[in-house]
Nanobody
Framework: VQLQASGGGLVQAGGSLRLSCAASGSIFRINGMGWFRQAPGKQRELVAGISSSGNTNYADSVKGRFTISRDNAKNTIYLQMNSLKLEDTAVYYC???????????????WGQGTQVTVSS
């Protein structure tokens, strides 16, 4: 079971990006998923989370600008990022807390990071 993140890049302040994270493998079910980010010299922080039923939560710093969504049929989550700010620059990681796959349960699965750089 793997999480593959994509969609990062360089964007000007005020612009938009959409991140995707797809889970691969013989997946039966995925519980909560989310996006974290880590800026240089800072701790990794939760950006947005989404439950299997679609309930969402956001860091205060991104509320009103970012939207998390998921497509359970595709085992994929998305992060639509609008009105990007310089301080949104970070490596973004996707995460799943539980994945039922191959007759087993995997816990705390992280995807590889995708770099988001916001320029002035």
């Amino acid at each position: 079971v793997q999480l593959q993140a994509s969609g990062g890049g360089l964007v000007q302040a005020g612009g938009s990006l959409r991140l995707s994270c797809a889970a691969s493998g013989s997946i039966f079910r995925i519980n909560g998923m989310g996006w974290f980010r880590q800026a240089p010299g800072k701790q990794r922080e939760l950006v947005a989370g989404i439950s299997s039923s679609g309930n969402t939560n956001y860091a205060d710093s991104v509320k009103g600008r970012f939207t998390i969504s998921r497509d359970n049929a595709k085992n994929t989550i998305y992060l639509q990022m609008n009105s990007l700010k310089l301080e949104d620059t970070a490596v973004y990681y996707c995460y799943a807390d539980q994945i039922w796959a191959d007759g087993d349960i995997k816990y705390d699965i992280w995807g590889q990071g995708t770099q988001v750089t916001v320029s002035s």
